[in-house]
């Protein structure tokens, strides 16, 4: 059975840190794309980065030079570093593995999800 369980999420003041965690068990995910997906109150889930079986990255605009997502396939795990957090960074974030090899911005390219995480940063 697959499964993803994010890590790391909490309340932080603007400007701070964050290390999310994603650990996938079930299978080995080393030839899928991972990706992160974030949902605030009252907003639709949106992108937020994604990496390739190759290391290949891709970020959304709102977190690029800030956030940066990374993989250990030994592990099995993913990982997003949030750097120089915003209140509008607050949300839950949701680890995903897609059905690709290479990253992915839409959430319909991806079969497994996590549960969530809450991020909560405030100003």
């Known amino acids: 059975q697959v499964q993803l369980v994010e890590s790391g999420g909490g309340l932080v003041q603007a400007g701070g840190s964050l290390r999310l965690s994603c650990a996938a068990s079930?299978?080995?995910?080393?030839?899928?794309?991972m990706g992160w997906f974030r949902q605030a109150p009252g907003k639709e889930r949106e992108f937020v980065a994604a990496?390739?079986?190759?290391?290949?990255?891709d970020y959304a605009d709102s977190v690029k030079g800030r956030f940066t997502i990374a993989r250990d396939n030994a592990k099995n795990t993913m990982y997003l570093q949030m750097n120089s957090l915003k209140p509008e960074d607050t949300a839950v974030f949701y680890c995903?593995?897609?059905?690709?090899?290479?990253?992915?911005?839409?959430?319909?390219?991806?079969?497994?999800w996590g549960q969530g995480t809450q991020v909560t940063v405030s100003s």
């Open positions: 995903a593995v897609g059905r690709t090899v290479w990253p992915r911005r839409n959430e319909y390219d991806y079969d497994y």
């Open positions: 079930g299978r080995s995910f080393s030839r899928n794309a």
């Open positions: 990496i390739g079986w190759t290391g290949s990255t």
